[in-house]
Structures are given as C-alpha cells and as structure tokens.
C-alpha cells in the first residue's frame, strides 16, 4: 500500500533552516507528482509547492517563492523541502501528497512533520 | 485566484441524520473539485474527486455533486466516525490549487 511518511520537522528560530524529508514506498515514486501542504495550527490547507515525476518542473506558492525548495531523488524514493529564511508564518504541520495524476488532486498523504518557527 | 468558500463553518447533525456540505468556487472550476475528510491529529483523507466519484474505499453514503461554481458534499447517513472537518479543493486552476477553508461536522 502506498505510504508517505514525513520527517524533519522541528524547532528553528526565525531565519533559520530545516529540510524536511517524505520517504515514499508502495509505488513506483519515479512515476508521479508530489507536492507540499502545510496546515497552521487550528487553520486550514495551504498548497506550498509542486515537483513533477522527473523534477523538471516545479511551482510555489507566492508565500514561500524565493525562500522554500523541493527537490525529489528518485533512486531514493525520496521528496525533500529545502526551508530558509523561516518566519513565524511558516509554523505549520508540513504534509507531503502524492498527485493522482498531471493537474489533479491529492491522492495519499503522509501524516505530516510540525515545523515550529519561534525565538 | 480562484476563492473556495465553504458553508457552513459548522453544522451539527445527529447520528442517523443527512448532513449537507456546501462548497462555493469564486469563478468556475468545471467538475475539477476534490472533497477531503480531515479527523483531529491525522492527515486529510481523499473522499471525492472530479465534483462526484467516490475515491477507493469510500463509503457509498458519501456523495458528491455540483459544477463550475456550486458544489455540495453529501453524507446520507451520518455515522459515528463522519464527525471530522472536511475541506472542498479546486484543481482547475493549476497548480496553485486552493482549498476551502473548511466545515467542520460535530455530532448534535
């Protein structure tokens, strides 16, 4: 079965780094579309970023443009998020989604990694 | 951007009951809307894609219907583990795929 499982997370102080990991299994990873989620504590989704099956295409959200990067290994079976310049905002569970297909919704998540941006 | 506007924030329902959910796309989406369950702790669950088909798994007492900009989500009998909150996502306008901001259902 397919499953998605996040780590990373963690307490940084604003400005500061993290990377968070998705280590996928029970599918073929080179074959699909990932994203990003976040969710603030007691808010709702927010789309943060897409990478294509080959990571030649990717996208951001306007809210981490310049600041976040993904990065997927396939021999790894593997999705990353490359977090810099963090701020109080980007406090939030960070969920990694398999796409079900190109341009679509969010088929299997992992159960999410909270990243705690504070001083 | 396309706005996902939910209603209502909260219903509450009783065991048994039909429960209703409705989702409002600020400009069409055409049927390509996803209805998601999210249980307190865990992570969302897919329920429906492409405004009505069920995702595997489903319960049939979970229906969805509705295009362009008028969607509902509906539970025909409500049991026990339906009280979550559910959120309607648009993936018409890609990739920068918007989510209501969710209506969450709790036992009356």
């Known amino acids: 079965q397919v499953q998605l499982v996040e780590s990373g997370g963690g307490l940084v102080k604003p400005g500061g780094s993290l990377r968070l990991s998705c280590a996928a299994s029970?599918?073929?990873?080179?074959?699909?579309?990932m994203s990003w989620i976040r969710q603030a504590p007691g808010k709702g989704l927010e789309w943060v970023s897409y990478?294509?099956?080959?990571?030649?295409?990717?996208y951001y959200a306007d809210s981490v443009k310049g600041r976040f990067t993904i990065s997927r290994d396939n021999a790894k079976n593997s999705l990353y998020l490359q977090m810099n310049s963090l701020r109080a905002e980007d406090t939030a569970v960070y969920y990694c989604?398999?796409?079900?297909?190109?341009?679509?919704?969010?088929?299997?998540w992992g159960q999410g990694t909270l990243v705690t941006v504070s001083s | 951007e396309i706005v996902m506007t939910q209603s209502p924030a909260t219903l509450s329902v009783s065991p048994g009951e039909r429960a209703t959910l409705s989702c409002r796309a600020s400009?069409?989406?055409?049927?390509?809307l996803a209805w998601y369950q999210q249980k307190p702790g865990q992570a969302p669950r897919l329920l429906i894609y492409?405004?009505?088909t069920r995702a595997t798994g489903i319960p049939a007492r979970f229906s969805g219907s509705g295009s362009g900009t008028e969607f509902t989500l509906t539970i025909s009998s409500l049991q026990s583990e339906d009280f979550a909150v559910y959120y309607c996502?648009?993936?018409?306008?890609?990739?920068?795929?918007?989510f209501g901001q969710g209506t969450k259902l709790e036992i009356k």
């Open positions: 989604a398999r796409e079900a297909a190109a341009r679509s919704y969010f088929q299997h």
């Open positions: 029970g599918f073929t990873f080179s074959d699909y579309y």
């Open positions: 990478i294509s099956s080959s990571g030649s295409t990717i």
């Open positions: 400009q069409s989406v055409s049927s390509n």
């Open positions: 492409g405004a009505s």
């Open positions: 996502q648009q993936y018409n306008n890609w990739p920068r795929r918007g």
